[in-house]
């Protein structure tokens, strides 16, 4: 989860807040801190796209923005960039990540899957493992016997876009790119919201 303390890192802002007070003050401060936290899931999306093989839509479906408002009676200063699954204490199947889907041989035998999280490295397998559709969710899954006969089966989970986001590297990253552009988001909200008052 990445927050923005205003008041700590952008005194001069907080500032500006104090001269224009009320309605002004309230929309301009939503406006800009929406606006950072879209600016950071993008940043987010690219950042985690770069290093482990996903794409960056997958990411982004991943990302959750909690946007800050007013409503004329509650203001919320505080917008939240954080990161959810569709489907709790699951992470992502290892088909996202799997380079080679071994096809069977002429004599039967069925070559080893492939997979690969980072973009950087070598492939990996782990022996056992298998390609097969998954009679929950209807679609490819990777599954791994759990012992020497055909069954019992498990599904296959690995780092999921959570686990990626919290990254302090990534983590440090992005939150460096949206207080980077918050005080021009400041100042290019401050004038649209003030074209709407000046008559």
């Known amino acids: 989860m990445i927050k923005?303390?205003?008041?700590?890192?952008?005194?001069?802002?907080?500032k500006a807040m104090e001269r224009l007070g009320g309605q002004v003050a309230d929309k301009v401060m939503v406006r800009s801190l929406n606006a950072a936290a879209e600016q950071g899931k993008t940043a987010m999306a690219r950042t985690i796209a770069k290093e482990f093989r996903v794409t960056i839509g997958q990411v982004k479906d991943r990302l959750l923005?909690?946007?800050?408002?007013?409503?004329?009676?509650?203001?919320?200063?505080?917008?939240?960039l954080q990161a959810g699954r569709k489907t709790k204490g699951r992470g992502m199947n290892l088909i996202h990540f799997v380079t080679t889907i071994p096809k069977r041989t002429k004599k039967g035998k069925l070559g080893q899957v492939k997979f690969q999280v980072k973009r950087t490295g070598g492939r990996k397998t782990i022996p056992g493992m298998f390609?097969?559709?998954?009679?929950?969710?209807g679609g490819r899954a990777v599954f791994l016997r759990t012992g020497k006969d055909r069954m019992p089966i498990k599904t296959v989970t690995s780092i999921d876009v959570p686990?990626?986001?919290?990254?302090?590297?990534?983590?440090s990253?992005?939150?460096?790119?949206?207080?980077?552009?918050?005080?021009?988001?400041?100042?290019?909200?401050?004038?649209?919201?003030?074209k709407g008052y000046v008559k």
Do not use: C, H, W, Y
Request: proline fraction near 2%.
């Open 173 to 194: 990253v992005v939150r460096e790119v949206m207080l980077k552009r918050f005080d021009a988001n400041f100042k290019r909200e401050l004038r649209a919201v003030m």
């Open 131 to 137: 390609v097969a559709t998954n009679r929950r969710t």
């Open 4 to 14: 923005i303390n205003i008041r700590n890192n952008f005194p001069q802002v907080a």
């Open 65 to 80: 923005v909690k946007r800050a408002r007013s409503n004329g009676r509650e203001v919320k200063f505080q917008a939240i």
């Open 163 to 171: 686990q990626m986001f919290n990254t302090r590297r990534i983590n």
